[in-house]
């Protein structure tokens, strides 16, 4: 029998940015692998793709929305169903899901769909530069990124965008690790241990 049990009451929700920034981080600096030509071939990026880009961001936003964040939790959620899109389209694109599928593909929707996260990724550029400028320079990347991948995919200079794509996607990985891990220590030991950059101080 357990006498003398004390209750503990969960009162509040631990800082998820380390969580969610970690999950970008790692994806992103597999696939730029790809992209610069050090690693070949999507299929080991897939289940990475799925569970550490995707669902691993989405539990990080899930939680920031709980905190109260809109944009902490818009981000990471955002990201993380685009990573889970992206290993789907992976999927596609192997003809996992058939070959009517297959030869269905109209590799002008993926660019669009680019496109369209290159907006949302602006806004978030816009919000991040309230925060701290490791952050701020973590989304302009990530803005280069979607633009270059944009281009390629539509067949302008593919080479040259994708390559640019897969150094945009490098940078906003180191960023994002750095700012990651800041966070990280900052809630460990309960003070700043690595720096971030003050706010640019413009909107607010």
Do not use: C, R
Not at 49 to 55: E, L, M, Q, T, Y
Not at 75 to 93: C, K, M, P, Q, R
Not at 112 to 119: G, M, Q, R, S, T
Not at 124 to 149: H, P, R
């Amino acid at each position: 029998m357990i006498s003398n049990v004390t209750e503990v009451k969960i009162t509040g929700i631990a800082d998820p940015t380390a969580l969610g920034l970690f999950g970008f981080s790692v994806v992103t600096l597999l696939a730029a692998s790809q992209k610069l030509g050090l690693t070949a071939g999507t299929p080991y990026i897939i289940p990475w793709a799925v569970f550490v880009g995707g669902i691993m961001q989405v539990i990080g936003g899930v939680l920031d929305f709980k905190k109260g964040s809109v944009f902490g939790g818009t981000a990471f959620t955002s990201y993380g169903f685009f990573w889970i899109a992206v290993g789907f389209t992976w999927l596609i694109n192997m003809g996992v899901f058939g070959e009517q599928m297959f030869l269905a593909i109209d590799s002008n929707q993926f660019g669009v769909a680019i496109i369209a996260f290159l907006i949302i990724s602006i806004f978030f550029t816009i919000g991040s530069m309230e925060m701290n400028k490791t952050l701020f320079v973590a989304f302009l990347a990530v803005d280069v990124l979607l633009l270059a991948l944009a281009l390629s995919t539509f067949g302008v200079l593919p080479d040259f965008f994708g390559t640019l794509a897969g150094w945009a996607e490098l940078t906003a990985s180191i960023f994002a690790f750095w700012t990651g891990g800041a966070s990280l220590l900052a809630n460990h030991f309960g003070k700043p241990v690595l720096p971030t950059g003050k706010p640019f101080g413009i909107f607010k």
